[in-house]
């Protein structure tokens, strides 16, 4: 169809860490360099779960007669449950 505009195969953040892994393994960063990274990548991380919260429709949310709320809640638990897991592992 004319006009219809396909998302791209590869997302670009994707390739952006491709690219960046890359820089990190051949060449060597200063430490400032990474310690910087490190400060944007918390930023941008957050305005990303901002985002995503700031998608969430309350009230389709909790007109859906539990069903959506339900599936929330067990992979919020899955999630905390495997970041346990990986804490409990770690420590060993």
Sequence with gaps: ???LKLPPIVPGFIIGFVVLVA?????NVPTEVLEAVTIVQDVV?????????????IRQLFASKGASILM???????IAGLGYAGVLLLQM
């Design 1 to 3: 169809e004319k006009g």
């Design 23 to 27: 820089v990190r393994s051949i060449f």
């Design 45 to 57: 991380l957050a305005a990303a779960l901002f985002g995503l919260g700031s998608a969430v429709r």
């Design 72 to 78: 929330a809640m067990c992979s919020w638990a899955l």
